[in-house]
């Protein structure tokens, strides 16, 4: 057990005199330092743009410093194995997946398996082949080269990164689809249910499942049951990759904190998991970790993966950065105030007429839950979750959540039909319409006029985020923001009423069909058509329309008749579809296949 109050990477970028920089003080309490590692107003980050010389380790292969920082972090998050990662979260989902991926990832936890429960081996329903039975879909068997490459199950609201990851694994996509909530026009999670029914799928089309790759909590904070699809990746032995990028703060929340906070990742059974720890926990832009725990994922085919994928001349900038927004959240106490304060504008919004939070109450499900797509575009149905395992979120309305963060604030304003309107002296006594856009109008007033600056807008929310550096202060000025917004936007004329966003569900994801796998698609050849020549052709874009933010189409699926209305009702319903080279869709970028 090492030190948890140590700074192994600052204090060696430090060595030869000065006071060293708490970049996590930096980072979250506007610039203020602490008693024993605070700023100076002399201090300049350059002094500390170091590069890999004697004493400050390797990233790449660390034995020292970096060595010790990453086990101070694994200690605090509850790892076995922590990497520290420069180049975002997408690093580290590009890494897992690479890991996780190939025939030798599967006969290595085959080899495990054979050590580790000899006797169960006697019984197993992998053939000499390498063909899978249904309690076989990890592919422990031995896999001939010349089989069809490996499956990654794949939560279709996940990052754009897993996309690259496919690329550069060379594994195909078995798509899992999340929840989509019909009035906040947002994708939740997925169930465990639905992993269930994929895996069941897969065993029996014979395909070698790599690993299982989920987003929780997602950018609006809904959290999965991890724990039942940890179990029932468990038992298929497969390995559980768990995007938290916004999650990194939930081993340290304080237990009595409300809502109850969720359990981190790491400590419901997921294998491998990616934080962002530039975005709660106070470490510079871009700095972020991953996380390994047990033996189904290889550690060493993790550092290999790393080094292909990293800069050989990481900033020390950034991972001092990491070790010090590691040292503040295991001290204790870094979120104690930030939660306080999200309560107090929960209990704020709970007064209001019109504004609402996402919660257990308000979030809804639709009935798409239990299914998932297979490649080729085959589906099969999944079991509902509730009937696998019960968590503490069984209570919600939408059934893929178990929890909320404490610290992520989602503002149901499709109710609001106005917006205040600053008058010339700066007063907001007046209000103007605000037609399928409130959460955007919303967004922009509450920074115009209170100096409240959402994290996210969309057409029915606006998300605020806290983290370390949020005060009680804080948590005043938007209850007064919001406060106001209701009072006013509640005062709106009455045949205003009911004028805002129209809670129509959002699309339901359509049925992909997988004309190239990611990695083909990626390297082929592409043209420009006309959108009515583009239909029966594999796109070569990610297109994503929000609501709900859910990807219509992925390279190298066919874009159908379905996927053309979905995305041109998205924009004439005056919401949005990323990724398109044409924002008007009147053309498409298409793969030109033999």
Not at 68 to 74: D, G, K, R
Not at 304 to 324: E, F, G, K, V
Not at 403 to 419: E, H, M, Q
Not at 426 to 449: H, Q
Request: aromatic fraction near 4%; include cysteine; charged fraction near 15%.
């Amino acid at each position: 057990m090492q030190e948890p109050d140590r700074l192994p990477g600052i204090e060696s970028a430090h060595r030869g005199g000065g006071t060293p920089p708490h970049f996590a003080s930096l980072m979250t309490a506007g610039g203020s330092g602490n008693g024993d590692g605070g700023l100076t107003p002399a201090f300049s980050p350059l002094q500390y743009d170091l590069t890999e010389i004697a004493g400050l380790d390797y990233l790449s292969s660390p034995s020292g410093v970096i060595a010790e920082a990453q086990q101070l972090a694994a200690q605090a998050f509850g790892a076995d194995r922590t990497w520290f990662l420069v180049n975002g979260c997408s690093a580290g989902i590009h890494a897992a997946v690479m890991a996780v991926a190939g025939p030798g990832a599967g006969r290595a936890r085959r080899r495990r398996q054979q050590v580790q429960h000899p006797q169960d081996m006697d019984n197993t329903s992998g053939s000499a082949d390498g063909q899978t039975t249904t309690s076989d879909a990890g592919g422990q068997g031995a896999e001939p080269a010349s089989e069809k490459p490996g499956v990654l199950l794949v939560a279709r609201n996940c990052h754009l990164s897993v996309f690259s990851a496919l690329v550069l694994s060379g594994l195909e996509p078995v798509w899992l689809a999340p929840e989509l909530d019909p009035r906040a026009g947002v994708a939740h999670c997925v169930t465990p249910g639905t992993v269930a029914a994929a895996l069941a799928g897969a065993a029996a089309a014979g395909r070698r499942v790599a690993g299982v790759m989920v987003v929780s909590p997602t950018y609006f904070g809904a959290v999965a049951d991890v724990r039942g699809i940890a179990q029932v990746c468990a038992g298929y032995d497969v390995p559980l990759l768990v995007d938290e990028a916004h999650g990194g703060h939930f081993a340290f929340l304080p237990p009595a904190s409300l809502p109850p906070p969720p359990p981190s990742a790491l400590s419901c059974g997921a294998d491998m998991v990616m934080q962002s720890t530039h975005k709660v926990l106070g470490a510079m832009t871009q700095a972020a970790m991953l996380h390994l725990r047990g033996e189904r994922v290889s550690a060493a085919r993790t550092s290999r993966a790393l080094q292909t994928l990293q800069s050989s001349s990481p900033s020390y900038l950034l991972m001092a950065s990491l070790d010090a927004a590691r040292q503040q959240a295991a001290a204790g106490g870094a979120f104690a105030e930030p939660c306080a304060a999200a309560q107090v504008i929960r209990e704020a919004v709970s007064r209001c007429s019109l504004v609402q939070l996402l919660d257990n109450q308000t979030a809804q499900g639709a009935s798409n839950s239990g299914s998932s797509t297979e490649v080729g575009g085959s589906s099969h149905a999944g079991t509902s979750s509730s009937t696998l395992h019960g968590h503490p979120g069984s209570s919600c309305n939408a059934e893929s959540i178990a929890f909320f963060d404490p610290l992520r604030l989602t503002l149901l304003v499709d109710r609001i039909a106005a917006v205040p309107a600053a008058a010339a002296d700066g007063s907001s006594n007046s209000v103007r319409r605000c037609s399928g856009s409130s959460g955007f109008a919303v967004s922009e007033w509450l920074e115009a006029r209170h100096g409240v600056v959402p994290e996210l807008a969309t057409a029915k929310t606006v998300v605020l985020a806290l983290g370390p550096g949020s005060t009680l202060a804080h948590a005043r000025q938007a209850v007064a923001a919001i406060l106001e917004l209701d009072r006013l936007a509640a005062a709106a004329p009455q045949d205003w009423a009911g004028g805002g966003v129209q809670a129509e569900p959002p699309h339901a994801p359509l049925a992909p069909d997988m004309v190239l796998s990611p990695r083909d698609a990626y390297f082929a050849e592409t043209e420009s058509v006309p959108a009515a020549e583009a239909v029966g052709r594999a796109s070569a874009e990610l297109l994503c329309p929000y609501p709900p933010g859910v990807p219509v189409l992925f390279p190298g699926e066919r874009i159908t008749p379905a996927a053309l209305a979905a995305l041109q009702a998205t924009l004439a319903a005056g919401g949005t579809v990323t990724g398109a080279s044409d924002s008007s869709l009147m053309r498409f970028e298409v793969l030109v296949v033999d």
